[in-house]
């Protein structure tokens, strides 16, 4: 009865030719086999994943859905085999044609799933309910917030740039299983020897495209962009690059379970601070914002809010149009993050004060995920306390703050031979001591030695906030005798323009190391000290490619007291301890065979400063986090005073209270150590 159903609708065709039903036997066996392997291929993924079971078994049931079309692939297989054994096989060749529909739908509906699942998401993704739902099913109850929407995840738009279905293709996850496979064998070894696999792979689940590992384009280039080879030495697990605060929020979220484990992460902004850690990490997890771009200028002018990941270049190249700038940095390619959380000096400091003091809100993502405003109105703690803290309270995602209106500079490099210096560094304190000091200006003085000139040399650097050529403050330092001309650059120009020949001077990927000292701006103390480090430069000379010097810059009372005008800072400067000078001391070389040598023979030199200054009383506590190194006596945090470090303490554990920023993230310069 039923075959004759069938025939009449044509499958009686179809069974007359046996070869297609060997054909369809062959393609059932591939196709049975293939549909195991896809899904099995995902399991030790996801029983790896430091997940809650309960999240464990819902990720399963996604890659499960796959049984149904192994399931239709073999009882097509089953009837294509009974054609051959039925007297009238019109019945098997009618459910084996069924089957293999079910298995084509099965497979196109598991397939389109996610790209389903992606545009909804887009469509709904103007719904305040949808967002908190969706916020809450991936990563749990976040903290109330003083900005609601900040702490929602982010639906991805784009499904192979950061989104999750992105991380979901059969080669993203072969990748993954090899890379758990060899954290597995490594790990019978060493339990924890690579912590941040397993977090790498959660991240990249949500995070997609915007987690890179070893070997791809991406990861290349963050680590190449380093300023120094101790930074670009260290190579993490992976690296993620947010472009959203969303972004980090999650990041923060999703990490939170591994940090049991051993895990550990950096903080990247421009990547431009020299010891090895401050903006990277081996094994562990960087998180690397330069993709947090974008400055936008306030409606009245007065303000600008700069992404973490911006360079200082591109901040003054977008606002010189308006004959607008900010108190930056004074080299192009210095991001924004480390200069303003560890006080920073610029060409207008004298006039303005610290680079930190020039912010009027951070926008902070907690370890919590919570997205916080700090400013004088709204957690005025953590607003004072992030101008020098560092990266001890949160990832700092935009910076607001203070525009200045600027035209043309003038100014340049001088250079001159050293017989000439002590006269310069009697102008410097000169100038340095004046109460009316001009604050359009900004002094730097140095000299060093440099292994492709075969000797020493000083050099100025002098700046005038307008463009007045030779003004008169800075005419001792522009007319000296016996000037170098060929190198001299004086000259007018643009903020940026200046901004640009420091990066000339600033190469990436080499060996490259500060400290710091601050002393009184007493003449006899500093020819003292410039002999000293004169003669400390003879023993090194045989190391390929040294250039070694030392600088003076003057913090005199205007600008301390541009500094106390903006609001209380971290480090406990007032208009009362100066006028200051700073010294820094630089070193760069090529070979990391003569590392432990410089670096002994400059912690050696910053002892002799210290001791003999502070037998003059003319040594002062203060170190500025820019220029200084961890360990090696430069305590920079202690330099602050025990008020300010107590103050710092207890902002931490307001706003940290798991001590997430002093374990997971070890870099830099820790709170209470």
């Given at each position: 009865m039923y075959s004759k159903k069938w025939r009449r609708l044509g499958f009686g065709t179809l069974i007359k030719c046996k070869p297609t039903a060997i054909a369809s036997a062959i393609q059932g066996v591939f196709c049975l086999l293939s549909d195991i392997y896809n899904l099995v291929l995902?399991?030790?993924?996801?029983?790896?994943?430091?997940?809650?079971?309960?999240?464990?078994?819902?990720?399963?049931?996604?890659?499960?859905?796959?049984?149904?079309?192994?399931?239709?692939?073999?009882?097509?297989?089953?009837?294509?085999?009974?054609?051959?054994?039925?007297?009238?096989?019109?019945?098997?060749?009618?459910?084996?044609?069924?089957?293999?529909?079910?298995?084509?739908?099965?497979?196109?509906?598991?397939?389109?799933?996610?790209?389903?699942?992606?545009?909804?998401?887009?469509?709904?993704?103007?719904?305040?309910?949808?967002l908190s739902l969706q916020s809450y099913l991936r990563l749990?109850?976040?903290?109330?917030?003083?900005?609601?929407?900040?702490?929602?995840?982010?639906?991805?738009?784009?499904?192979?740039?950061?989104?999750?279905?992105?991380?979901?293709n059969p080669i993203f996850m072969l990748r993954t299983a090899t890379n758990f496979t060899e954290t597995n064998r490594s790990s019978s070894r060493s339990p924890n020897s690579r912590p941040g696999v397993p977090a790498c792979a959660a991240l990249a689940l949500q995070l997609g495209a915007k987690v890179a590992y070893p070997g791809s384009p991406v990861y290349g280039e963050s680590i190449s962009t380093y300023l120094t080879a101790f930074e670009s030495d260290l190579k993490p697990t992976c690296i993620v690059q947010p472009s959203t605060r969303n972004d980090v929020a999650g990041f923060m979220n999703i990490i939170q379970p591994y940090i049991a484990g051993g895990v550990q992460i950096a903080i990247r902004a421009g990547g431009n601070q020299p010891f090895a850690g401050a903006a990277n990490i081996?094994?562990?997890?960087?998180?690397?914002?330069?993709?947090?771009?974008?400055?936008?200028?306030?409606?009245?002018?007065?303000?600008?809010?700069?992404?973490?990941?911006?360079?200082?270049?591109?901040?003054?190249?977008?606002?010189?149009?308006?004959?607008?700038?900010?108190?930056?940095?004074?080299?192009?390619?210095?991001?924004?993050?480390?200069?303003?959380?560890?006080?920073?000096?610029?060409?207008?400091?004298?006039?303005?004060?610290?680079?930190?003091?020039?912010?009027?809100?951070?926008?902070?993502?907690?370890?919590?995920?919570?997205?916080?405003?700090?400013?004088?109105?709204?957690?005025?703690?953590?607003?004072?306390?992030?101008?020098?803290?560092?990266?001890?309270?949160?990832?700092?995602?935009?910076?607001?703050?203070?525009?200045?209106?600027?035209?043309?500079?003038?100014?340049?490099?001088v250079y001159y031979p050293t017989e000439v210096f002590p006269q310069q560094?009697?102008?410097?304190?000169?100038?340095?001591?004046?109460?009316?000091?001009?604050?359009?200006?900004?002094?730097?003085?140095?000299?060093?030695?440099?292994?492709?000139?075969?000797?020493?040399?000083?050099?100025?650097?002098?700046?005038?906030?307008?463009?007045?050529?030779?003004?008169?403050?800075?005419?001792?330092?522009?007319?000296?005798?016996?000037?170098?001309?060929?190198?001299?650059?004086?000259?007018?120009?643009?903020?940026?323009?200046?901004?640009?020949?420091?990066?000339?001077?600033?190469?990436?990927?080499?060996?490259l190391i500060y400290r710091t000292a601050t002393i009184k701006a007493n003449a006899d103390l500093i020819q003292t000290i410039t002999k000293r480090f004169t003669a400390s430069i003879e023993p090194l000379k045989p190391i390929p490619g040294l250039v070694y010097s030392i600088s003076f810059q003057p913090l005199p009372l205007t600008l301390l007291i541009a500094s106390s005008s903006h609001g209380q800072n971290s480090f406990g400067l007032s208009p009362n301890d100066g006028p200051l000078m700073l010294i820094l001391l630089t070193a760069s070389w090529t070979s990391s065979t003569d590392d432990a040598t410089i670096m002994r023979a400059q912690s050696e030199f910053v002892r002799q400063v210290d001791s003999l200054s502070n037998q003059q009383r003319m040594g002062v506590l203060y170190k500025l986090l820019t220029y200084a190194t961890p360990g090696f006596a430069q305590d920079v945090i202690a330099s602050y005073g025990s008020a300010n470090k107590k103050m710092l303490q207890a902002v931490s554990r307001k706003y940290d209270p798991d001590g997430f920023f002093q374990k997971v993230v070890p870099g830099g310069f820790k709170l209470f150590t």
């Open positions: 995902p399991l030790p993924v996801i029983w790896n994943l430091n997940l809650k079971p309960k999240k464990k078994i819902g990720l399963a049931v996604v890659f499960m859905s796959a049984s149904f079309s192994i399931i239709a692939t073999a009882f097509g297989l089953y009837y294509n085999v009974q054609i051959f054994r039925a007297a009238d096989p019109t019945w098997d060749a009618a459910i084996a044609y069924l089957c293999v529909m079910i298995e084509n739908y099965v497979t196109v509906i598991v397939s389109c799933a996610p790209a389903v699942a992606s545009s909804w998401t887009n469509i709904m993704a103007k719904s305040p309910a949808f749990g109850r976040s903290s109330a917030s003083s900005d609601k929407r900040s702490t929602k995840l982010k639906i991805y738009s784009n499904p192979t740039q950061g989104s999750p279905t992105a991380s979901l081996a094994g562990g997890i960087t998180i690397d914002l330069r993709s947090l771009d974008g400055v936008t200028l306030g409606s009245t002018g007065q303000s600008v809010s700069i992404g973490a990941g911006e360079s200082w270049g591109s901040v003054y190249e977008k606002l010189a149009p308006s004959g607008l700038a900010v108190a930056g940095g004074r080299s192009s390619q210095g991001g924004i993050g480390g200069l303003v959380l560890g006080g920073g000096l610029s060409y207008l400091s004298t006039t303005n004060g610290f680079v930190s003091d020039q912010v009027l809100n951070f926008e902070v993502v907690l370890a919590s995920g919570r997205v916080i405003n700090a400013n004088p109105l709204e957690n005025r703690d953590l607003w004072i306390a992030m101008k020098g803290g560092s990266n001890n309270f949160g990832i700092v995602t935009r910076f607001d703050m203070i525009t200045i209106r600027i035209g043309n500079m003038w100014g340049g490099d560094i009697t102008h410097l304190c000169d100038y340095t001591n004046d109460k009316q000091a001009d604050p359009s200006a900004h002094l730097i003085v140095s000299v060093g030695y440099a292994a492709a000139m075969g000797g020493t040399l000083a050099k100025n650097s002098v700046y005038y906030a307008k463009p007045v050529v030779f003004p008169t403050v800075l005419r001792p330092f522009t007319t000296m005798q016996r000037q170098l001309e060929a190198l001299r650059t004086l000259r007018t120009d643009t903020l940026k323009g200046f901004a640009d020949e420091q990066t000339k001077g600033s190469p990436k990927g080499q060996r």
